[in-house]
């Protein structure tokens, strides 16, 4: 049989609990509203909300195929560092975030990738911005 004092606490803890839920914010749908981003993009701005997905064998051939050939750097959007160099091959994930198409992404190294998930929106607008960049550039016939 329970106390009194028991059943009481658990009542207090579950009301708790529920109160808590309910007070959790509720992402609205013009969250990005006042950010300086082209509101007329097939893609909305990322966010955070996205995670990395480590390319392997189940990565479907013909996206990566095709995101590698567009890939915009050379260069490791957190480090700056060449992809592929002293530290070995670019270790490559897929950033997927709900809504969003994906986003292949290429490191130097390992450590780079904890730095990235960080702050994500940071360094996937390094990316954009060379995306951007790339697009603009006269074609030269390489």
């Known amino acids: ?19 808590a839920a309910l007070a959790l914010p509720v992402r ?3 969250e990005h509203a006042g950010h300086d981003h082209d509101h007329g993009a097939a893609a909305a701005a990322p966010t955070a909300g996205g995670q990395l997905v480590p390319v392997d064998a189940k ?5 990566l195929a095709k995101a ?12 700056d560092e060449k992809l592929g ?25 390992k450590s780079c990738v904890a730095d990235f998930t960080k702050d994500p929106v940071k360094y996937l607008k ?3 911005d ?5 697009a603009k550039a006269p074609a030269t016939g390489k």
């Open 68 to 79: 590698r050939a567009a890939y915009p750097m050379e260069t490791c959007a957190v480090s």
């Open 1 to 19: 049989m329970k106390s009194f004092f028991s059943v009481s606490f658990t009542k207090a803890l579950s009301a708790f609990a529920l109160g």
């Open 28 to 30: 609205a749908a013009d």
């Open 130 to 134: 060379a995306t951007a960049a790339k």
């Open 126 to 128: 390094v990316i954009t």
């Open 59 to 63: 990565t479907d051939a013909a996206w």
């Open 85 to 109: 160099g002293s530290m070995g091959p670019a270790p490559e994930f897929i950033y997927r975030e709900a809504g969003q198409p994906d986003q292949l992404v290429r490191f130097c190294c």
